[in-house]
């Protein structure tokens, strides 16, 4: 093949420079692909998402580890670290590697190394039929469905719930995690791989059920004793995923998440400001009770 010919528009990849020519090489001309045919197997995708929650558990593991050891050497004892405000903070700060990792692994396993596309791949643009301002809308519509299925539902104060009223600083790094890398981490993950994997495998139907249960799924130890969040969870997973399947794209799927995680996390640091519990017969504070518990 001639120079020309390789530089030539209708050539999608250009694997190699001309070995002759002293001149910079062109940066390479990437292969198109479809975000619901991915250049990644099923299997590859199943270990992507298990590899995903290993890191969330190992890291935070690794992070309390010197914290406990310390406590035991210094105090004695272990007792009462369940509890303890500090070592419930590191545990949150754990999930700041684990998110980093797996955006590696995603990263890696998308472009292969460098040879594909990342973004283009994984389908990150708006369709033509559903553009950003239908996504931030129906965001607060589901967020405020939510709010009226957990006031209805009830419901006691999930394990999450103790986490954030343990102290501010896991209250406010709990609010910024939510915001910076869940929403894109989750969905590079669960949409981006494991969705598309399902689809041509399994088929469109089958590939939103099982990933919104395993969606789901991971954080229901989370909420696990209020029926309520249990629903709004199912709720935002189903939402997620078939918004990812009607477009074709993960764009809006990763905007909703973020809108609806942002406007939580947003009440989830005004709300010590405004009253201390929804019991305080304050209105306000009563409704960002409300929202902040829905954290995602």
């Known amino acids: 093949m001639s120079t020309n010919e390789a530089a030539s528009p209708n050539n999608l990849l250009i694997e190699t420079p001309d070995a002759n020519s002293d001149q910079e090489p062109n940066p390479p001309a990437f292969e198109v692909v479809n975000p619901d045919d991915p250049p990644w197997g099923l299997g590859q995708a199943v270990l992507v998402w298990v590899t995903s929650v290993a890191l969330l558990i190992l890291m935070q593991f690794v992070v309390a580890v010197p914290y406990v050891v310390y406590k035991a050497v210094t105090v004695g004892t272990t007792q009462g670290l369940a509890t303890d405000p500090t070592?419930?903070?590191?545990?949150i700060l754990g999930i700041?590697?684990?998110?980093?990792?797996?955006?590696?692994?995603?990263?890696?396993?998308?472009?292969?190394?460098?040879?594909?596309?990342?973004?283009?791949?994984?389908?990150?643009?708006?369709?033509?039929?559903?553009?950003?301002?239908?996504?931030?809308?129906?965001?607060?519509?589901?967020?405020?469905?939510?709010?009226?299925?957990?006031?209805?539902?009830?419901?006691?104060?999930?394990?999450?719930?103790?986490?954030?009223?343990?102290?501010?600083?896991?209250?406010?790094?709990?609010?910024?995690?939510?915001?910076?890398?869940?929403p894109l981490v989750e969905e590079l993950t669960f949409r981006g791989v494991l969705y598309p994997a399902l689809q041509r495998s399994l088929?469109?139907?089958?590939?939103?059920?099982?990933?919104?249960?395993?969606?789901?799924?991971?954080?229901?130890?989370?909420?696990?004793?209020?029926?309520?969040?249990?629903?709004?969870?199912?709720?935002?997973?189903?939402?997620?995923t078939l918004l990812r399947a009607r477009t074709g794209r993960l764009l809006p799927s990763f905007v909703l998440h973020l809108v609806f995680n942002g406007i939580q996390a947003a009440f989830l640091v005004v709300q010590p400001f405004v009253g201390k519990s929804p019991t305080e017969n304050n209105a306000a504070a009563g409704f960002l009770h409300t929202v902040a518990r829905l954290f995602t």
Do not use: C
Request: glycine letters at 8%; zero cysteines.
């Open 96 to 182: 700041v590697p684990a998110h980093i990792l797996t955006l590696l692994i995603v990263w890696f396993l998308v472009t292969k190394r460098g040879r594909r596309p990342f973004w283009q791949t994984l389908g990150w643009s708006w369709p033509k039929n559903f553009g950003p301002w239908k996504t931030v809308g129906l965001a607060f519509l589901l967020l405020g469905v939510s709010v009226l299925i957990t006031q209805a539902l009830g419901g006691k104060e999930t394990p999450l719930d103790q986490v954030i009223a343990s102290s501010l600083r896991t209250r406010f790094a709990t609010a910024i995690l939510a915001v910076a890398t869940a």
């Open 203 to 240: 088929g469109m139907v089958w590939a939103v059920v099982l990933v919104s249960a395993l969606f789901a799924g991971v954080h229901l130890l989370q909420y696990l004793n209020n029926l309520g969040v249990v629903v709004v969870i199912t709720l935002l997973s189903v939402s997620l």
């Open 87 to 91: 070592l419930i903070f590191l545990s």
